[in-house]
């Protein structure tokens, strides 16, 4: 790493270590600072959005900001009591110690952001991890590139840089040297799962814990007894917000074949209804974040039958909503996450044939199965490991703060929203007072001769 970097690095840790970012007042008054910005920022964050990613005002506050204000809200409203350390009860040989599990700040983190959800992925790591009383090390990611500055700009005029500050550049060039060099006490990062296990490898030279939010393939599960029309409209919008761009959408579509029929003409149609049938004038869609995303997307395209959709133009990064069927099982479009606006549709007879076909890719980040019957349900949960997901509903689970988000397996580890972001940017220091006025000799050498007391306090 360049020395003046790893100067500035050395300053963070130092400025850590005077333990100014530890008060509740310090750290309130940061998240304040931080919101009142992002408001003020309103309009330059849409416009980053539309740059990146083609997003109209609705999508972005929906689907970003409003999360980062309600991540922040919910936040300052109960920074205080999370803060504070809880009493629990002590066992009888400890007795009449007392104990207490405090909330320990982690240190210095590193944020490293992926380009889908550019600000959301971004601020929210960064509001527990202030809320936790740390330095930070934020790295947006730079193929959102508007984004990527604006975030930059907004964390460089608000915080000092030895308490918070933005690392831009090509993530494949910057973070290796740094994670080489400096040790965080944490690592957070949101991406694709071959670069979560790069994340994991460097940071495992310093014992680092890490958080890793990744990707895979999340099925989408509809049975014979579904309601069709309300399937039909959640899927497509799971699928098809930001172009399918999104870590969560239902990557494919596993259907009974007694409705695949019925299902396929009501997603289409919806589409219509979402998108209008020039899908690219529409505000209401996305365009492909860049080239090299489109030229892979559009690779797919050759491996089944287009039933919907298909037409693409470079100049416009548009690929028009589609549905394809015919995908053999051995396909690239069924063994890598398709992370774009193509939803292949396979027929199933039974469940447990559909449970075979979802279990060659395990771990999916998130699952979705409608059905009617609570036996579906139950048998699809117990079957399958996930990191979360929906019954009769795609991707709205992720707005549901009560919900610890994140992955299992190749989707990752550890989770965060809402209190569980501050849980994971603090660690659990239990503690044990013991007074002084009581010291029985049971508790000394010689021990010889006290096993049967010992037996009974002990148990
Ligand atoms: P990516 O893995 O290409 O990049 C993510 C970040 O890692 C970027 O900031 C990038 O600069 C950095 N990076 C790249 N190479 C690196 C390296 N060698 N060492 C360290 N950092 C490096 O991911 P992406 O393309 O930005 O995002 C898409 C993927 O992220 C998809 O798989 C998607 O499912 C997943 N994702 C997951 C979630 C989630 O919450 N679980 C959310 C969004 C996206």
């Known amino acids: 790493m360049e020395n003046a970097l790893l100067d500035s690095m050395n300053e963070i840790r130092k400025f850590y270590e005077t333990g100014a970012t530890r008060s509740y007042e310090f750290r309130k008054m940061q998240l304040v600072k931080l919101k009142k910005m992002l408001l003020e920022k309103e309009q330059e964050i849409y416009d980053a959005l539309f740059a990146d990613l083609k997003k109209n005002k609705e999508e972005a506050y929906a689907t970003e900001l409003g999360f980062v204000l309600s991540e922040i809200n919910l936040t300052i409203k109960n920074l205080e009591r999370w803060m504070k350390p809880k009493s629990v009860g002590t066992d009888l040989v400890n007795l009449p110690s007392s104990s207490k599990v405090y909330r320990d700040s982690l240190g210095v983190v590193l944020i490293i952001g992926p380009w889908n959800y550019p600000v959301q992925l971004s601020l929210i790591p960064l509001i527990g991890a202030i809320a936790g009383g740390n330095c930070v090390v934020v790295k947006p990611s730079e193929v959102a590139s508007a984004t990527d500055k604006l975030i930059s700009k907004i964390i460089s005029s608000l915080f000092a840089p ?27 990062y949101t991406g694709g799962t071959a670069v979560g296990k790069v994340v994991y490898k460097m940071a495992a030279e310093h014992l680092t814990p890490v958080t890793l939010e990744l990707g895979g393939k999340s099925p989408c599960v509809v049975e014979a007894d579904a309601e069709i029309a309300v399937a039909a409209k959640r899927i497509v919008l799971g699928k098809f917000v930001n172009a399918g761009q999104t870590c969560i959408a239902p990557d494919y579509l596993l259907v009974h074949t007694s409705i695949k029929e019925k299902l396929i003409a009501e997603i ?91 279990h060659r890719n395990p771990n999916p980040l998130s699952f979705y199965v409608f059905t009617s019957s609570d036996e579906k349900e139950k048998q699809w949960i117990e079957n399958v490991h996930f990191g979360g997901g929906c019954v009769n509903n795609t991707a709205w689970h992720f707005a549901n703060k009560k919900f610890p988000f994140g992955g299992v397996g190749f989707s990752g580890m550890g989770a965060y929203h809402g209190k569980y972001t501050f849980d994971t940017f603090t660690r659990l220091k239990p503690v044990m007072k013991t007074p002084t006025w009581f010291d029985p000799s049971l508790k000394y050498p010689p021990f010889s001769g006290k096993l049967k007391l010992l037996k009974r306090i002990i148990n």
């Open 162 to 188: 030895n308490f918070v500050r933005v690392i831009s550049g090509d993530g494949a060039t910057v973070i290796p040297p740094l994670l080489k060099d400096f040790r965080f006490d944490h690592i957070f």
């Open 268 to 358: 289409k149609s919806t589409i219509l209804k979402f998108y209008s049938k020039d899908s690219n004038q529409s505000v209401e869609y996305g365009k492909i974040i860049n080239e090299k995303q489109f030229d892979r997307l559009v690779t797919y395209l050759q491996h089944g039958t287009i039933l919907a959709g298909g037409r693409h133009n470079k100049n416009e990064s548009w690929i028009e909503p589609t549905i394809i069927e015919n995908v053999s099982l051995d396909s690239p479009l069924m063994a890598e996450e398709i992370f774009g606006p193509i939803l292949p549709v396979i027929s199933f007879e039974t469940t447990e044939e559909a449970i075979r076909i979802v």
